[in-house]
């Protein structure tokens, strides 16, 4: 596990982007997995910004993301699959066959959890998964208690989790009660992983997450197993570690 702590919040776009980049150009077909939420946005806007300047090339890169809501259209706002493209995908050249969301159609979810895990596996598996971590240590949206062993599934998200999503809807009442994510196990077979987090409201669960048992009831615990992470944090963050 090798943690860099960053002094500040543009150091921490410029860390994580240059270690995504260094990957992309030394292997131009790598298989990404990528995350939503706020701790992505200051790594994907410095993408972005590299990309413009031609220093990395997205046009043989597949991406899959690693969750989206139930109960909400593709083309609401707060889909997963709009913040993707308005954060990072409209902004650079990856291929739109190459971008892959958990479709949320209600008709065929159970159909869509192996069709996902299926797709990752004949991408040849995922070679560097991004991920932030939520307050109660979900990876994903997989909440406390979700075995290790599982694999991309429909979950429940829990009253923490609604409660931390409010303040992307209008209303509570708006925001979706169940998700469809990769499971642990399919985060955890990545090749290499890159957890990222930034802001004082993350320092007690990243603590709990990296220095505490390894436990499904901190579903980020188990990240401490895997031979490849590396964790890119800003000081507030980073303050209890
Ligand atoms: C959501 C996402 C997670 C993300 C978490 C943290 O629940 N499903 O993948 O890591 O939120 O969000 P934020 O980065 O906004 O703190």
Known sequence: MNIIKCK???DYA???AQIVTDRINSKPDIVLGLPTGSTPVPLYKELSSLYNQG???FSRVTTYNL???IGLDRSSEQSYYNFMHTNLFKHINVKAENINIPNNDPNGLEMECLEYETAIKESGGIDLQVLGIGHNGHIGFNEPGTPFDSTTHIIELSEETIAANARFFDTP???PKKAISMGIRTIMLSK???LLAYGKDKAEIL???LTGDITTD???SVLKLHPNLTIVVDEEASSLL
């Open 8 to 10: 500040d919040i543009d």
């Open 14 to 16: 410029k860390t994580a």
């Open 55 to 57: 220093k990395v090339d």
């Open 67 to 69: 969750d989206e809501y």
């Open 173 to 175: 009442a708006m925001v």
């Open 192 to 194: 290499e992983i890159l």
């Open 207 to 209: 603590k709990r997450a």
């Open 218 to 220: 901190v579903p980020a």
